[in-house]
């Protein structure tokens, strides 16, 4: 376990992408504890970018499809092995052009394809996040609040809010 490169406090992004038959973008991981099973395009986020452009960016990195964000539809938060906190942020995102042709990061990933939820929910090869996420309702999230300016105390290059408005 890598803790000295990233700490003891792991922040990741996932994303959702249904497409107009409600199919979801899943990937089949090489490595790790999701070695041969079906989950999101996931990965760490990097310093220079928002939590959102994470989720963006392992989209297109682990499967070519180029997505907008919709909004925030979950939270993921562990402690492994009692050492490090590992927590990832899912988005709900679109997919600029359906037709677009999925190619697969096969440096890290087996395959990519879009399956219904229907069958990720009894699929012994499906991570158990997504057997979960499979009986949620995902469609609208807390979309994101822009523009909204923190001051310039901070030093924020790009600043967002994740609430419900009415």
């Known amino acids: 376990m890598?803790?000295?490169?990233?700490?003891?406090?792991?922040?990741?992004?996932?994303?959702?992408?249904?497409?107009s038959k409600g199919q979801w973008l899943v990937v089949k991981k090489r490595y790790?504890?999701?070695?041969?099973?079906?989950?999101?395009?996931?990965?760490?986020?990097?310093?220079t970018e928002t939590i959102g452009q994470a989720?963006?960016?392992?989209?297109?990195?682990?499967?070519?499809?180029?997505?907008?964000?919709?909004?925030?539809i979950g939270f993921r938060s562990g402690v492994i092995q009692e050492k490090v906190s590992d927590n990832m942020a899912i988005f709900l995102l679109k997919a600029q052009n359906e037709e677009q042709p999925i190619t697969a990061q096969l440096s890290e990933l087996y395959s990519a394809d879009w399956l219904l939820p229907a069958e990720l929910s009894n699929d012994a090869e499906a991570s158990v996040m997504l057997r979960e996420m499979a009986s949620c309702v995902l469609e609208e999230g807390?979309?994101?609040?822009e523009d909204v300016d923190p001051g310039k105390i901070f030093g924020y290059s790009d600043y967002k809010l994740f609430f419900k408005k009415e």
């Open 55 to 72: 989720a963006l960016r392992e989209v297109k990195e682990e499967t070519g499809i180029d997505c907008e964000l919709i909004g925030m």
């Open 2 to 19: 890598a803790t000295n490169k990233r700490g003891n406090v792991w922040l990741g992004a996932a994303g959702l992408v249904v497409n």
């Open 142 to 145: 807390l979309k994101p609040i």
């Open 32 to 47: 790790g504890g999701l070695h041969g099973k079906w989950s999101l395009p996931a990965g760490f986020v990097d310093g």
